[in-house]
């Protein structure tokens, strides 16, 4: 099956509700950014979604720059096309990298169903899922700061000394608690109230002398991730000017001013 040229941007419109390309948008929301930690729907990096004969479904992604890592581009195309292909009425499926500078390997990897060694041969140095499980982790680092900060703000009586006895029970009903538990899940990390929250790659407590250096550690974990992701929506941006449309507002983390204030204190 020859394959479709890129499209040529165009004004982005709501589907109709309750059609399979609305339905097809939805399970993109599930496909996440490797390292920034977001979907790429919200990212903007959806380009297009359409519909053809027999149910098919061709969708065409783009990137900040056409130098981003060839890695995360295939963690996410292959991550949009299985999303899409679970979906129950969907005919077959195609995705599109567009404008990259591995496009057309990485294209043809995705339509021969080629994996990931095999789309990349020895340039492959690590398999997809030990990939996906470094970025899991530091997805999990940077959640994990994020509640255990929001609630040392919430309660001023609270220093990092108590934080070796906060355990998920005590974190608020909040989307940043949410988020952990998620990211929690990813891992096979306990999700029970009773699991204390700051703990490692294992799930394993830290000792309380810690504390402060593993929490400073995380903390830079997460200044980084929404460093990157505020840099990245804007380099989108300017390259695809209608992209802006398709942005959502990122739901955690600081706004840029604020990363400054905390990497140097």
Same mark, same amino acid.
């Given at each position: 099956?020859?394959?479709?040229?890129?499209?040529?941007?165009?004004?982005?419109?709501?589907?109709?509700?309750?059609?399979?390309?609305?339905?097809?948008?939805?399970?993109?929301?599930?496909?996440?950014?490797?390292?920034?930690?977001?979907?790429?729907?919200?990212?903007?990096?959806?380009?297009?979604?359409?519909?053809?004969?027999?149910?098919?479904?061709?969708?065409?992604?783009?990137?900040?720059?056409?130098?981003?890592?060839?890695?995360?581009?295939?963690?996410?195309?292959?991550?949009?096309?299985?999303?899409?292909?679970?979906?129950?009425?969907?005919?077959?499926?195609?995705?599109?990298?567009?404008?990259?500078?591995?496009?057309?390997?990485?294209?043809?990897?995705?339509?021969?169903?080629?994996? /990931?060694?095999?789309?990349?041969?020895?340039?492959?140095?690590?398999?997809?899922?030990?990939?996906?499980?470094?970025?899991?982790?530091?997805?999990?680092?940077?959640?994990?700061?994020?509640?255990?900060?929001?609630?040392?703000?919430?309660?001023?009586?609270?220093?990092?000394?108590?934080?070796?006895?906060?355990?998920?029970?005590?974190?608020?009903?909040?989307?940043?608690?949410?988020?952990?538990?998620?990211?929690?899940?990813?891992?096979?990390?306990?999700?029970?109230?009773?699991?204390?929250?700051?703990?490692?790659?294992?799930?394993?407590?830290?000792?309380?002398?810690?504390?402060?250096?593993?929490?400073? /550690?995380?903390?830079?974990?997460?200044?980084?991730?929404?460093?990157?992701?505020?840099?990245?929506?804007?380099?989108?941006?300017?390259? /695809?000017?209608?992209?802006?449309?398709?942005?959502?507002?990122?739901?955690?983390?600081?706004?840029?001013?604020?990363?400054?204030?905390?990497?140097?204190?």
């Amino acid at each position: 099956m020859p394959t479709p040229p890129p499209r040529e941007p165009d004004t982005p419109t709501r589907p109709p509700a309750g059609t399979l390309e609305q339905r097809a948008r939805q399970a993109l929301d599930a496909v996440f950014d490797p390292e920034l930690d977001e979907p790429i729907t919200d990212l903007g990096f959806v380009r297009s979604v359409e519909t053809g004969p027999d149910r098919a479904l061709i969708v065409h992604l783009r990137l900040p720059t056409s130098f981003c890592a060839p890695n995360f581009a295939y963690l996410m195309a292959i991550d949009a096309k299985d999303a899409l292909a679970a979906l129950p009425e969907a005919g077959p499926v195609t995705v599109l990298l567009d404008d990259h500078h591995d496009s057309d390997l990485i294209n043809r990897g995705l339509a021969a169903d080629a994996g /990931y060694r095999g789309t990349f041969g020895a340039e492959a140095e690590e398999g997809l899922d030990e990939l996906r499980l470094v970025f899991r982790r530091k997805a999990h680092t940077a959640a994990m700061e994020r509640a255990l900060t929001a609630l040392l703000r919430s309660d001023p009586a609270l220093t990092e000394d108590h934080l070796h006895h906060v355990v998920l029970g005590d974190l608020p009903d909040t989307a940043a608690t949410r988020a952990l538990l998620r990211r929690r899940e990813a891992l096979g990390l306990g999700t029970t109230p009773a699991e204390p929250v700051l703990v490692d790659d294992d799930g394993h407590p830290f000792h309380p002398d810690e504390i402060p250096l593993r929490l400073r /550690y995380a903390r830079a974990v997460r200044v980084s991730i929404d460093g990157n992701a505020h840099f990245c929506r804007g380099l989108l941006r300017t390259r /695809y000017p209608e992209s802006a449309t398709d942005q959502s507002p990122r739901a955690t983390g600081p706004r840029p001013a604020d990363l400054v204030k905390e990497e140097t204190s």
